[in-house]
């Protein structure tokens, strides 16, 4: 059967010709929204942990990550090739040569392919953007950018610290370089609806971003969200009504874009709801059950997509 959207591995694997695994990294760098550059609290459903695996903060360096990494995903996937994917927190909010140099280290390891850095879109000067088109020349770079949602409203309601304009004036300053954009964004945000969403993807389909990462919110501890849920101030969605909203994303994306991931992962022992996000199996089941009951599929409605 054919497939009813563009996914990563399928991607890779046209270019490389082999399997192709990202490995996780922690750089030991931090966010603006918590350095003090923009914020100290953070986003409200992130804690002081953040993404990071903790690898930076018990000593390992890149090298050693990756090559524990290499040897993980050879063993499970038979990868034979990696992408080297700067996780944790910011990972162009530093120095440009500290960047450089915990870069230049990820792809002087053997069978590292690409760089996928995650970072926000007021961490990407224009010195930063031309270190990466300087490594695009013959490796695969991606800049994936948080944007969570495309209303401004709820933009400063989750404490981003940047509107919808600073996201699209980064995309296309990025992709006037030739380097592939990813763009985050969460569904079941506090205050948002279905017509917030669609909007949002409509909004990414116009940007002409290349991929795209669908994350479920989950609440974990040590969060102001944890808080507004335990006031009763928000409802968690449902594991079905997450899976209809990533069909209602999918249809409004371009089927050229690479669609990076469909559902978040919680850290072991943070989370606190809800608890179908420990089901990922079940999730993207779900996810692909709801396609085929739609008969649908990535860009189905592109054609249609008017932003308001």
């Known amino acids: 059967m054919q497939a009813r959207y563009t996914d990563l591995n399928s991607y890779l694997r046209g270019l490389f010709g082999c399997r192709v695994q990202k490995i996780t990294l922690d750089a030991g760098l931090s966010c603006p929204n918590r350095d003090g550059t923009i914020a100290f609290d953070g986003c409200i459903y992130c804690n002081a942990r953040g993404s990071g695996t903790g690898a930076y903060g018990r000593g390992l360096s890149i090298t050693a990550q990756l090559e524990a990494g290499k040897s993980a995903m050879a063993r ?4 034979r090739k990696f ?4 996780q944790s927190f910011s990972n162009t909010h530093a120095p440009l040569e500290r960047l450089k140099a915990i870069y230049d280290e990820a792809l002087a390891v053997d069978d590292v392919v690409g760089l996928f850095i995650g970072t926000r879109p007021d961490c990407v000067s224009e010195p930063v953007l031309d270190l990466l088109q300087s490594y695009s020349r013959r490796y695969l770079i991606w800049a994936e950018y948080g944007l969570q949602s495309a209303r ?3 933009l400063a309601r989750i404490r981003r610290g940047h509107d919808l304009a600073c996201f699209q004036d980064a995309v296309a300053a990025t992709r006037s370089r030739n380097i592939a954009v990813c763009a985050h964004v969460i ?3 506090p205050g948002e609806n279905r017509a917030d969403i669609c909007f949002t993807a409509e909004i990414l389909a116009a940007a002409g971003v290349d991929g795209v990462k669908i994350h479920s919110l989950y609440v974990v501890k040590g969060t102001a969200l944890a808080g507004q849920l335990g ?6 969605l449902g594991q079905s009504e997450y899976a209809d909203l990533v069909v209602d994303v999918l249809e409004r994306l371009p089927a ?18 809800p608890a179908w996000c420990r089901d990922k199996a079940g999730t993207l089941t779900a996810i692909r059950r709801r396609l085929e009951l739609r008969d649908s599929w990535q860009g189905r409605l592109c054609g249609e997509c008017r932003s308001k």
């Open 76 to 79: 499970r996937y038979r990868a």
């Open 152 to 154: 401004d409203a709820t």
């Open 187 to 189: 569904l079941g945000l």
């Open 231 to 236: 006031a009763g101030a928000y409802r968690c």
């Open 256 to 273: 050229r874009v690479i669609i990076q991931r469909l559902t978040g992962d919680p850290h072991p022992g943070e989370l606190i709801a």
């Open 83 to 86: 992408i080297a994917y700067f």
